[in-house]
């Protein structure tokens, strides 16, 4: 099939979910109405991507409040109840993480149940996301390891433990998210390459990794505005990625000023181009997403393209987001019509 769809991952959460409701099961404890709720989400999650027409759904990231410390929670040796302000992404913005302060260690399965949730609900292929080894280092204080490079190593073993542990349950393809790649552009070839390898190292299944320019913040979007009038930061990372084993790379070309031009510079790569723009509550046409598709294809086989959304969908409104995922299945279908 040409032009399969996916999403980045993430979508938004409903409302009953951050309030279980207690009269769904009142004679149960809080912690198992929240398992319940977490549940339903995620079927409800999947169920809409097949409505919608995704070939490869998400189980949404129903379960977690963030997508890098909904891993973090299931990790020994973090401190979160003593967190500190830290500068993110090069300090471009401020936020309270929790601190590493000890060995590090999985204790136990992270995203098992959520996985095999999606799993048993769906037919279709199912992709999991897991955030990367460079951009966790990057959102987390490090008071043990001492070492930037050894921690995001640290951190790739656990998520390879997970990460194989994901294939087993039956996941297809397993995305690592480094929206940190564009931002330590040098690290990248130096080591955060390698972090990532070592992540994703012995799994049969897909492989992808999500870049980005950050979004659902006002520090992303002042960010982005210095940024000028084309985005070439990928043209440093891109050659890195390229020769690696990683199999696929997620990333923004719907409404963004990346030129691309620079996705001929990865060659042999899925790309999973960006048809649907998360920064603006515009539902796209099916027209606009063939429109996005064709620009692509002509830097990429038309074989090697996935159309997807540009990032994760959970800050936005549900009602916006579930309309551009039918955006998104309808303006593939009519891609394969007129362009396969």
Known sequence: MLFPTTIAGSLPKPEWLAEPNTLWAPW???????????????VLAVKLQEDA????????????????????????GIDF???????????????????VVAPLRLKGRVHADEARIARTHTSRKLKFTLPGPMTIIDTIADKYYGDRVKMAFAFAELLNEEARALQADGVDVIQFDEPAFNVYMS??????????????????????????YGYGIKANTDWKETLGSEWRQYEDIFPAIASSPIQQVAIECRNSRVPLELLGLLKGKIVQAGVIDVASDTVETAEDVVRVIDAVSK????SNIVATTNCGMAPMHRDIAEAKLMALGAGAKLARQRLG
């Open 187 to 212: 690290e990248v070839s130096d080591w955060g390459i390698k972090a990532l390898e070592r992540a994703a190292q012995g799994l049969t299944c897909a492989t992808a990794v999500h870049i980005c």
């Open 81 to 99: 109840a003593h967190k500190v302000e830290m500068g993110i992404r090069n300090d471009r913005y401020k936020a309270m993480v929790p601190q």
């Open 28 to 42: 149960k404890s809080k912690g198992d109405e929240l398992a319940r709720a977490k549940r339903d989400a995620t």
């Open 53 to 76: 027409g995704i070939d490869i759904v998400t189980e949404g990231e129903q379960a977690r409040q963030h997508f890098v410390h909904g891993f973090l929670e299931k990790i020994e």
């Open 299 to 302: 830097f990429v086989p038309k």
